[in-house]
Structures are given as C-alpha cells and as structure tokens.
C-alpha cells in the first residue's frame, strides 16, 4: 500500500483488474506534475513557450516543459493563455465531436469558478454562442470574472445563483457542463493537503451534493440538450454511480465519445445503466485524476416562456459605441451601475430574461463609464477582442510591460499625443494608460498589480 494515500481509496480502485495499482501509486509519490496551458486564439496564434507539446485532445492545448512563473508574464494578464491541466482539456473534443461549434448555442456552466473550463467554452463553441457561467460560492465569483474579462468576448454572463434559481428556467439551455464539486482525490498530486482531508465520509457528503446540484438545475436542459457532467474525483460513488442515478431518474441517456487509443484515456461502463464514463490516470494521462460523462436528454421538457419579455431600448448612443468598439452594430449596449456594458445584439432578449431570474454579477463587457461627455474606459474594454483597432498603443518592453503590471511608471520612447491609449506588449492589449503634458498615468487596476518580483 502508499505511504502518503489512503488505502481504503487504493483497495477500491484495485477492485478492477486492469488498474495498475503500482504504477498510480509511484506517480503520485515522485509528486511531479506536468503544466499545461489553452491559448486564447483571438489573441494569439502561436504558443509563446519553447518546447511546448500539443495535448492531443486540444488543438489548442500544449504540455510544457517546465512551469513558468505565470505572474511575471504579461500574457498572461493579457489573456493570451490560460493555464489548466490537459485532462479538463478533453472538452474540446467532446464538443467537436458532438458537433456543439457548428451553430449558436446557450449554455450554462453550473460550478464555474476559476474560469477554466468557461473560457474553453467560449473558444470552442460557436463564437456567438451564450454561456452563462455560474457560481454557487460568493467568495469565487472575482476570480471567475477576472478570467472572463481577460479572454475578451462579450457573450458571457457570469451569475452567483444557487442551482435551484435554474429551474425557473425550464428547457432554455441547449447544453450543460457541471463540474461539480467532489471528494477531489484527482488533485492529490496538485495539491497534497487534499489528502489529508479525504475520507469515504466526505466521499459520501460530496456525492449527495453532486446530486442536490444536478436535481436542482437539470430541468433547465431543454430536450434533445446535452448534459457534460465531470469531477475530480477517482471514486465510483461521484462519477458512474452518478452517471446511473442520473439516467434512472431524469431522462438521461448516455452518449458515447470516439477516443485514440494512444490517448490513455479509460472508458468506462456504469454497473446498472452501463453509461459510458472517461477516466484520466496520471500514470496513464499527462494530467491530473479527472472523470467526465456526456448525456443526451431524451424526455420531454416543460420550456420557458418568452411571449411577455421585452427587451429594453438602450440608452447609450450608437456613436459613443463606435468610438470605442469594432462592432457596434453587433452589440447592444446598457447601464448597470453607472457603467456601460455591451452584450450582443442577438441576445438582447435573453439579457432581460436573465435579469428577471437569475442575480448577475457581469453581462458581456464593460466598457466603461461616463465623466460629463467623456468616456473613462474600463479595464474590461482594454483586454476585449472587439476593442476598436484604431486606439493609440503605447508599445512596452518585456521589463516596461512588468513595471506597468506592478502600476508603476512608464515613460515613452517615442512622442505619445495626449489622451486615453493602451499599454501594448508583445502583440497584445494590458490596459490603459491616459498620456498628459508632463506625465503618463498608470490605470492598471490596483487589485490585479503584480505585488513581488
């Protein structure tokens, strides 16, 4: 048996005769771990990494040699990549295989913070998809944020609900991804305190949760949608006993996903409904433990009404949206506190049906907000693909662009005219400088400085 994992979770996972328990204890106890980041192709083309592998299942996923140290690198801030482990990954290929990027699409992803697995949403599905991207805890609602608005695009909204808010919303989604919240012994690698707080008990607590979350907010499936259900978790009782509870009681039927044998990856079958289930293995997978189940619902869904929603006339001129923006035509722009926010045009309904229902901490881009007739730009702006290509850049070195990051100031090497301009590095947008006579003030957000060396 290991040392540092606990045995009764070994014993449970030797139940199958082709687990090799040796190997998966052995990865665990070198405690090495492979970095991996997704690049933001809106911003970027190229992964800006030397020696860096493409993941299979991702075309747009790469292993890295080495980690780097991500808050030193201002593409990072910029949104250019995000770093996540290449299990998560798999997403991508469950979404081009089923074929969920060939048209618009809603989609809600129920457990969403830190922001991984939405801004992958946001890059794979059809660009003018909706995602709403939810989070049932407070306190992880910035961060989620914080990663939205570095990948740029206007069609999220990130809301902090309880599962049971979406049941007001019968059949509206066309697909869900529920990351739910688990035992997390697929992170014992990652992180080592996991260990210590792992037990059959929490095992149990976790799988009641996972259940709660799901009975909850899966009528807001419609029919014919496709539920992503996944966990960090290698216990039976969160992933294929969920997957059989879930066909048993809501109309689920179990899809199955083409995977490379060469992969590693391990289909599994449930005990009573044998629905197909996808298991990552570090010894087997360049990643962390990871388990993913697809489904279809197949039953008839009762589905929201929109006969008596109205969408609201905004009250933002068309030309201040033009002045800041590629696209003003495509977007709607409105107030919500003070600032203006764009969100696509095509969605205006669907906003006014979301603010009925749901408490909305973002809707699509900040852009900014008004100081008499003048705009004071947002940092959300900055960092959008649909800012207006047109904006005076100041262009920074690497060393200029990390003084920029920790709000330190920065002077030009050339003649800058006076006026708002973005902080330019590497082929990407970090933020907004305002140019004056004698000086350049620093507008990076205080709350996102880079704080050590």
Not at 44 to 58: D, Q, R, S, Y
Not at 176 to 191: I, Y
Not at 326 to 345: G, Q, R, S, V
Request: with cysteine; hydrophobic share 35%; aromatic share 10%.
């Amino acid at each position: 048996m290991s040392n540092i994992l606990p045995n009764s979770l070994i014993e449970k996972l030797g139940v199958n005769p082709t687990f090799d328990k040796e190997a998966f204890i052995e990865i665990h106890e070198r405690g090495e771990r492979q970095s991996a980041v997704r690049i933001n192709d809106k911003k970027i083309t190229n992964v800006p990494f030397l020696g860096a592998e493409k993941v299979p299942w991702c075309t747009r996923g790469f292993y890295l040699g080495n980690r780097p140290s991500f808050t030193l690198d201002p593409l990072y801030h910029a949104g250019s990549y995000y770093s996540q482990d290449a299990s998560s990954m798999f997403i991508a290929h469950i979404i081009e295989k089923l074929g969920l990027d060939k048209e618009p699409i809603r989609v809600l992803d129920l457990c969403a913070a830190p922001g991984g697995k939405t801004t992958l949403l946001n890059s794979f599905l059809d660009d003018e998809s909706l995602i709403v991207a939810n989070e049932i805890i407070k306190s992880r609602v910035n961060i989620l944020m914080e990663n939205v608005i570095r990948w740029g695009n206007s069609n999220i909204v990130v809301t902090n609900n309880d599962p049971s808010a979406f049941s007001r919303l019968p059949g509206y989604f066309d697909m869900m991804l529920v990351d739910a919240p688990c035992s997390g012994s697929g992170m014992f690698r990652k992180d080592s305190s996991a260990i210590d707080e792992w037990s059959e008990a929490n095992v149990k607590l976790c799988k009641e949760r996972q259940q709660r979350i799901l009975a909850n907010s899966i009528d807001s499936l419609r029919s014919g949608g496709i539920l992503l259900y996944s966990t960090c978790s290698y216990s039976e009782e969160e992933n294929e006993d969920i997957a059989d509870w879930l066909i048993g009681n809501y109309g689920l039927q179990s899809k199955r996903i083409a995977v490379n044998s060469d992969w590693g990856i391990e289909e599994t079958r449930s005990k009573e409904k044998a629905a197909y289930g996808y298991r990552f293995y570090p010894h087997k997978v360049r990643g962390e433990g990871f388990f993913i189940a697809v489904f279809e619902k197949v039953t008839a869904q009762e589905t929201f009404s929109r006969r008596k929603i109205k969408a609201e006339k905004s009250e933002v001129p068309k030309s201040l949206l033009a002045s800041w923006i590629e696209t003003p035509d495509d977007h709607t722009a409105f107030l919500h506190h003070e600032h203006i926010h764009i969100f696509p045009k095509r969605y205006e309904l669907d906003l006014k049906i979301l603010q009925n229902v749901l408490y909305l901490r973002l809707v699509g881009t900040d852009i900014g907000k008004m100081s008499g007739k003048d705009l004071i730009p947002s940092h959300g702006l900055a960092l959008s693909n649909h800012i207006k290509k047109e904006i005076p850049k100041l262009v920074v070195s690497l060393e200029e662009a990390r003084d920029y990051l920790r709000k330190e100031n920065i002077s030009p090497q050339h003649e800058m005219p006076n006026g708002w301009a973005l902080v330019y590095y590497d082929g990407v947008d970090l933020g907004w400088v305002k140019v004056l006579k004698n000086r350049i003030n620093n507008y990076y957000p205080k709350e996102s400085r880079i704080v050590h060396l």
